[in-house]
């Protein structure tokens, strides 16, 4: 039987898991700020870790819909999606949970690679591409998640962004610790496949903390 510490829900934020392990060269600014980039209409994204789960939510402040959805990942067994009214706004509440068993035990690295939603290449990425499932619920089309080596990224679409076809990248933080990448990404040529790309450090170190705690809730 497993002990009764290990069963309680324990919040911890994810720069306890992710701190000291930056991947990305590509990215803005000298790292004495630990603001993060502030996303036009939204409100994170914030990230957390709930017993085995990696939580990342969001506030949409100009979308709204009127009732609750949860949807399942594809590929990913254990993993889902949750939008609903906001209770705090007149926005829309998005949160991702990301079971880290499908992470480390779910062969989603043996997916097909893909490059951002419409073809251009993933910022930071040597290969522009990483494995990766992509599809569409309501209000967000051509949502994307991505698992490589070291690092896990979610793509959100979002319109609007004002940027022309720019893509800008900046370091994110949680709390004062640098998680990862955080990228703004203007339309297309086409005026689609806009909105942001959040890719956070997956190193060996980080990898070996979080499967410690995978394995306990195993």
Known sequence: ?????????????ISLMFAGFA???????????????????VIGPKVTLLQDNVLISMVFENIKIDGGLRYNIPKYQNS???????????????????SLQDVFN????????????????????????????AFTIE???????????????????LKKLDIGGSIVTARFYTG??????ISLVGSDSNGENGGFLLMLDMGKKTKKRLKKIANKFD
């Open 106 to 133: 779910g062969g989603l690295d043996q997916l097909d690679p893909q490059a951002l939603p419409g073809g251009r290449p993933l910022p930071g990425v040597v290969d522009g591409r990483l494995p990766a499932v």
């Open 23 to 41: 991947l990305f060269s590509t990215s803005c600014g000298d790292g004495g700020s630990a603001k993060n980039i502030q996303i036009p209409g």
């Open 176 to 181: 004062k610790t640098r998680t990862g990448n």
């Open 139 to 157: 209000k967000f089309k051509n949502m994307s998640f991505y698992l490589g080596n070291s690092v896990f990224g979610i793509f959100v679409p």
């Open 80 to 98: 889902y999606l949750e939008i609903s009214p906001d209770l705090q706004s007149d926005g829309t509440l998005m949160a991702v949970s990301v």
């Open 1 to 13: 039987m497993k002990n009764s510490t290990l069963t309680r829900v324990k919040t911890l934020t």
